[in-house]
């Protein structure tokens, strides 16, 4: 399995996630963390790198790269990839 980094626009990162997810053989997140606010006493979830779309898949870094290609549209919002690869 390999996974890939995207650096995205903040208010469409929900929006892509959804998108990928939609697409077969790929599985994309945004990794949370708990944050505890103090003041209200209460527990929120917040992005652990903000703007970042993680995926992974079993498409080699060149079936990547053109599957974002092909995407085009639906892709709106993604500034660039991380081009270190991340393997599991």
Avoid at 6 to 35: D, S, V, W
Avoid at 58 to 81: A, H, R, S, Y
């Amino acid at each position: 399995m390999n996974c890939y980094v995207l650096y995205c626009q903040r208010f469409k990162i929900e929006n892509l996630c959804h998108t990928f997810n939609t697409k077969k053989g790929i599985e994309a997140f945004i990794p949370l963390m708990e944050k505890h606010i103090h003041s209200t006493n209460e527990i929120v979830l917040k992005p652990l790198f903000p703007n970042y779309l993680f995926i992974k898949t079993k498409m080699n870094q060149i079936e990547f790269d053109t599957f974002l290609l092909l995407m085009k549209e639906e892709k709106n919002g993604v500034i660039n990839e991380r081009r270190k690869k991340w393997c599991y």
